[in-house]
Nanobody
Framework: VQLVESGGDLVQPGGSLRLSCAASGFTFRNAHMSWYRQAPGKERERVARITSTGGNTDYADSVKGRFTISRDNSKNTVYLQMNSLKSEDTAVYYC?????????WGQGTQVTVSS
């Protein structure tokens, strides 16, 4: 099983990034997918979640209206579009998959928001 995140970068405040998470080794279309993040000295928190069909999403209050989670089941990929980035969005972002029996984590991708 692999979850490979990409798209992390250094970006100025107010900028945008799109993270991708490519999944393999399990039935992606059956998995609920989430993005989490962990900033230095803080606990890991869930940022966004999307159901297996993509029909439902929810977001942390801190990112509502700025971040959008989506998925392409034909590509086994989940995305996180991040707009109007703030310095407090700086963190390592992790992809997370949950099936009926298993849960999986990616290795993370660094997002740094700084001028």
């Amino acid at each position: 099983v692999q979850l490979v995140e990409s798209g992390g970068d250094l970006v100025q405040p107010g900028g945008s990034l799109r993270l991708s998470c490519a999944a393999s080794g399990f039935t992606f279309r059956n998995a609920h997918m989430s993005w989490y993040r962990q900033a230095p000295g803080k606990e890991r928190e869930r940022v966004a979640r999307i159901t297996s069909t993509g029909g439902n999403t929810d977001y942390a209050d801190s990112v509502k209206g700025r971040f959008t989670i989506s998925r392409d089941n034909s590509k086994n990929t989940v995305y996180l579009q991040m707009n109007s980035l703030k310095s407090e969005d700086t963190a390592v972002y992790y992809c997370y998959a949950r099936t009926v029996l298993r849960q999986y984590w990616g290795q993370g991708t660094q997002v740094t928001v700084s001028s």
